[in-house]
């Protein structure tokens, strides 16, 4: 099973996505920070990684970076509300697939994490 980990410091953002994406057929898991995504991940592989980008302690962009370094096989996507600011280079570096925009359109949403789930 698909095993997809959403990590937002907000509570009801990760209410949102996981609701939006509980009829994919994959296994959510949810943490509510970049610390808690790291515990997660050291205890079994994740497919796909959604991270906000502005949390404290560490950014979603730090956060995913790690993920890359440590599991290069994750896809990781970062959802930002300053998505305007990021720079298409600093996403590559940290191993971002794509970035997607709050707010997003539920329906764009899905086909594109299936999309890049399925590639």
Do not use: F, H, N
């Not at 050291?42 to 440590?70: C, F, H, K, N, W």
């Not at 996507?77 to 925009?101: F, H, N, Y």
Request: aromatic letters at 4%; glycine letters at 8%; one cysteine or more.
């Amino acid at each position: 099973m698909t095993r997809v980990l959403i990590v937002d410091d907000e509570p009801g953002i990760v209410a949102s996505l996981r609701r939006t994406l509980r009829k994919e057929g994959w296994e959510i898991l949810t943490a509510v920070g970049p610390r808690d995504a790291l515990q997660i991940l050291q205890g079994g592989a994740v497919d796909m990684v959604i991270s906000d980008y502005q949390m404290p302690g560490m950014t979603g962009l730090e956060l995913l970076s790690q993920v890359t370094e440590r599991w290069p096989e994750t896809v990781c996507v970062l959802i930002s509300g300053w998505a305007d600011s990021m720079s298409e280079q600093k996403l590559r570096e940290a191993g971002v697939r794509t970035m997607i925009s709050k707010p997003w359109d539920d329906g764009e949403l899905k086909a594109t994490l299936r999309t890049l789930l399925s590639s």
